[in-house]
């Protein structure tokens, strides 16, 4: 499977201030994905990030709140914008596991938890 | 209703028992089914991959799918304290990017 970093591991922010979260995958990927997950909740997809055109977002996910870059196909960054404590939570990217898995078959990142106080 | 629905839990069984998680899904279209263990702290590990109606079974790990009664199931062999994780059941609805994960079922194995 693909071997993916994110950085940084945890964080403490203050409010109104804003976060990039940077994810480095070893092997090259189409597609990343980007998920929240809430303290003692699942996981919610924030956003597909692909290579070469904008990342797609899902209903209640704004570019202007979490802006996402993908300057390659082994990388990708999510801002948190303009944070308050509602952001609290474990944001975690993913990728393909690639070679012989299937497509679809999803790895993650070990997260990175930020808190806004 | 949600997309995908687990039982929280918490399950609890005794060591070298049997424990069965259980997962439903609501759009029919679903195409691909996967079982992910998340440890406390940790982010999710991907356990088992299903597509066909049927059994899978990867060691101590067999996975069940009912595509007509629109049901994932999980069992877990000869349960080890190692296994008392979180059990995330994720589904892919339609177009590639489309994952939707269950609530999760919290499983305890008692030594």
Redesign the interface.
């Known amino acids: 499977s693909a071997v993916i970093s994110q950085k940084p591991s945890r964080d403490i922010c203050q409010r109104g201030t804003s976060l990039t979260i940077q994810c480095q995958v070893d092997s090259q990927v189409t597609m990343m994905f980007w998920y929240r997950q809430q303290p003692g909740q699942s996981l919610t997809l924030i956003a597909t990030a692909n290579q070469g055109s904008e990342a797609t977002y899902e209903s209640g996910f704004v570019i202007d709140k979490f802006p996402i870059s993908r300057p390659n196909l082994t990388f990708s960054t999510l801002t948190v914008s303009n944070m308050s404590p509602e952001d609290s939570s474990i944001y975690l990217c993913s990728a393909p596991g690639g070679g012989q898995r299937p497509v679809d078959e999803q790895f993650f990142g070990p997260g990175t938890r930020l808190t806004v106080l | 209703q949600k997309e995908v629905e687990q039982n929280s839990g918490p399950l609890s069984v005794p060591e070298g028992a049997i424990a069965s998680l259980n997962c439903t899904y609501s759009d029919r279209g679903s195409?691909?089914f996967?079982w992910y263990r998340q440890y406390s702290g940790?982010?999710?590990?991907?356990i088992m991959?299903i597509?066909s109606n049927g059994d899978k079974e990867d060691g101590r790990f067999t996975a069940q799918l009912n595509k007509a009664s629109q049901y994932v199931s999980l069992l877990i062999r000869d349960s080890q304290p190692s296994d008392s994780a979180t059990y995330?059941c994720?589904v892919?609805v339609g177009n590639?990017?489309?994952?939707y994960?269950?609530?999760?079922t919290k499983l305890n194995v008692k030594p």
């Open positions: 195409q691909s996967f940790k982010s999710p590990e991907l991959s597509y995330l994720a892919r590639f990017n489309k994952f994960f269950g609530s999760g």
